[in-house]
């Protein structure tokens, strides 16, 4: 079965730092996979989304990026983390064929202070 | 572009009662899926159930089922017998059947948030 992993689930950083997310699935090969933000009490938002190694498409322009260097590990960076950084940072992947549903990881809880 | 809409921000049912949550969405592809997620507290984002676009059959799991109205782009989940535990924000989701490099992704409601009374 499949599993997919994120850490660390908790993470509180100063303005200014870096941010290193991780996420990783086991059990499939190569899945589509995204990298979403919920502020407390709202919806999702699509942040970067990848459907194989190397192209990665990003859907809100900001301070992160996303890399994939390999085929079922997705990274969520910052160079320097600002205040609206603060959230819930969910992971998820889907097959390629349909129905396309998609598999979230526990989530990271990112405070920036 | 297409969009989902959930109008109801919070819902609130007596426990064993059945509530009806809903969502709309507006695309002109014929062929999609639709998908109903649960986020409990805990925050994990849980895929309660799916719909395929082409299947006229109404898909059902367990207390879960939905109304599927193609035409009227409407896609509702019914919460039967509703327990403690179905507590949660409820996502409504759509997602092309078009799997170009653009359309892989899927488009979500804002949510609402179900209670349950004891």
């Known amino acids: 079965s499949q599993t997919i992993h994120q850490w660390p689930a908790t993470l509180v950083q100063p303005v200014g730092s870096p941010l290193s997310l991780e996420c990783t699935v086991e059990?499939?090969?190569?899945?589509?996979l995204y990298w979403y933000r919920q502020a407390a009490g709202r919806g999702l938002q699509l942040l970067f989304y990848?459907?194989?190694?190397?192209?990665i498409s990003s859907e809100v322009p900001q301070n992160l990026s996303a890399s994939r260097p390999q085929d079922r590990q997705f990274i969520l960076s910052s160079k320097k983390l600002l205040l609206s950084d603060s959230g819930f940072y969910l992971c998820a992947w889907s097959h390629r064929a349909p129905p396309h549903e998609q598999y979230f990881g526990p989530g990271t809880r990112l405070t920036v202070t | 572009a297409q969009t989902v809409t959930q109008s109801q921000p919070e819902m609130s049912v007596q426990e064993a009662e059945t509530v009806t949550l809903s969502c709309t969405y507006d695309?002109?592809?014929?062929?999609?899926?639709l998908f109903w997620y649960k986020q409990p507290p805990s925050r994990q984002m849980i895929l309660v159930i799916r719909q395929e676009a082409y299947k006229q059959q109404n898909a059902t799991e367990n207390r879960f089922s939905v109304n599927f109205q193609k035409a009227a782009k409407s896609f509702s989940l019914k919460i039967s017998d509703s327990q403690l535990g179905d507590a949660a924000m409820y996502f409504c989701?759509?997602?092309?059947?078009?799997?170009?490099?653009?359309?892989?992704?899927?488009?979500f409601g804002t949510g609402t948030r179900l209670t349950i009374i004891p």
């Open positions: 059990g499939t090969s190569n899945p589509n």
């Open positions: 989701a759509y997602r092309s059947d078009i799997s170009n490099f653009g359309n892989e992704k899927l488009t």
């Open positions: 990848s459907v194989g190694i190397g192209q």
């Open positions: 695309t002109s592809e014929s062929d999609y899926y």
